[in-house]
């Protein structure tokens, strides 16, 4: 059935991809993995589309700003603000943006009588409080990518002219909208574990990762942009918080920079990968490696087009810019391991642990229960019934999801959220059409 969206729904859809998601196949997240986008393009329908300005047309920028490019009946982007000029240029190019509507800085935009429904807000982490302050104080909608802000008082002011004004502020925590934890939400508040008792959540960054963002890249110094756990882990904190759905009432936590320091650089390595380290093909972390040879994390490159270019451009930002420095010596404060236990009321405890130096990326959760316990990795999850246990000779249930159900989750699992397989024990592969 087609349902008709106001204006105002589409702005909070935007914070989440759509409401009934699929994977695109062509749109892709700063890892390459394809995008969560509706899946039928009659999923709502606008009298005509919201109007939209991009700040920063950088990875984030173009993620959310390619939801226009698939679904034009819904969203126009019609001004940017970019300092960097290839980057406004290519923004520019992909959304048809006309001249007197291309800007440098955000605030060239706020000059201007306001000219759109809607801002979109992905600028640097430090960089969210003036842009999101003057566009509600000129009547737009906002969509704000996280952090709100790193500062608590910041988002305070957020909040209160939010509330004053009555726009929206839709705060890109997009994790509670992933089917994966949706469906979490829904077990937990079905009662299948019983009362929730404790979680386990773990943050994976993977080494490369952590590499190239928090000790090479825009997020390596903390007090120049965000902490890590506001960079990279609000997102965790945030589902935690959600998935519990009570107040905390204490924290203890703690973070180090261990690894990336000068006192552990290797013997024979130099200041650049790129100025003959001796033990540059014998490092794990080589930005040669990463960049070059594996061609790996270059969303955030402004590359030639053309792929017999683009070897040449990598190995010049390498030689000149903070991606090439050895990850030993660079001027990083980010902790790459961090762990915080919190008590909530009623009893309820979590554990969260992000974790920088790991072979693999993708959330881990675990949820305890009077009544059951469920294991997850973003990609599948086991429900265990403590009861069910005892009469199905230790067998347990599994409730497929995401990757292992292929196009039955397409038509089961997303569309009505309540279909599951369940498997005494599960088989090694599974059928493609849902019970």
């Not at 909608?141 to 004053?164: G, M, N």
């Not at 200041?271 to 794990?284: F, N, P």
């Not at 030993?328 to 009893?347: A, L, R, S, V, W």
Request: charged share 25%; glycine share 6%.
């Amino acid at each position: 059935m087609t349902t008709n969206w106001s204006r105002r729904d589409l702005i909070k859809a935007l914070s989440l991809g759509a409401s009934i998601p699929s994977f695109s196949s062509w749109a892709k997240d700063e890892a390459g993995q394809p995008m969560l986008l509706p899946e039928n393009s009659k999923s709502f329908k606008l009298a005509k589309p919201v109007t939209a300005i991009t700040l920063g047309a950088g990875n984030r920028g173009n993620i959310y700003g390619s939801f226009s490019v698939q679904y034009p009946e819904k969203l126009d982007i019609v001004g940017v603000a970019e300092p960097i000029p290839i980057r406004s240029e290519r923004f520019s190019q992909k959304h048809n943006i006309s001249k007197e509507n291309i800007f440098k800085t955000w605030e060239d935009v706020f000059k201007r009588p306001k000219f759109a429904d809607a801002i979109i807000i992905t600028t640097p982490d430090d960089l969210h409080y003036g842009p999101c302050m003057q566009a509600l104080k000129m009547g737009y909608d906002i969509l704000l990518e996280k952090p709100i802000s790193p500062s608590e008082q910041e988002c305070r002011d957020i909040l209160e002219l939010a509330k004053k004004t009555g726009r929206i502020v839709a705060v890109c925590h997009v994790l509670r909208y992933a089917p994966y934890f949706v469906k979490l939400k829904e077990l937990i508040s079905s009662g299948a574990i019983g009362e929730l008792v404790s979680v386990q959540h773990m943050e994976p960054i993977g080494y490369e990762h952590m590499c190239d963002s928090y000790v090479r890249g825009n997020w390596h110094n903390s007090k120049k942009t965000t902490p890590i756990i506001l960079a990279k882990s609000c997102h965790d904190l945030d589902i935690i918080r959600w998935l519990v759905g009570k107040p905390s009432k204490n924290i203890q936590a703690f973070g180090e920079l261990k690894w990336f320091k000068k006192e552990n650089a290797p013997a024979g390595s130099t200041e650049r990968c790129t100025d003959g380290c001796k033990v540059e093909s014998q490092c794990a972390f080589s930005a040669i490696s990463i960049y070059h040879r594996d061609r790996k994390r270059l969303k955030r490159f402004d590359l030639p087009y053309e792929k017999e270019k683009q070897g040449d451009a990598i190995m010049q930002i390498l030689k000149t810019t903070d991606y090439g420095r050895c990850v030993y010596k660079m001027d990083n404060d980010q902790p790459e391991h961090y762990t915080t236990n919190i008590q909530f009321e009623d009893g309820i405890t979590a554990s969260f642990s992000m974790e920088g130096l790991t072979s693999y990326e993708g959330r881990r959760t675990r949820l305890m229960g009077s009544k059951g316990d469920i294991v997850g990795d973003m990609f599948s999850f086991e429900h265990t019934d403590f009861l069910a246990v005892r009469k199905h000779n230790g067998k347990t249930k599994r409730i497929c999801t995401e990757e292992e159900t292929g196009d039955w989750l397409k038509t089961g699992f997303r569309q009505s959220g309540n279909k599951m397989r369940v498997y005494f024990p599960p088989p090694s592969t599974f059928p493609s059409k849902a019970m």
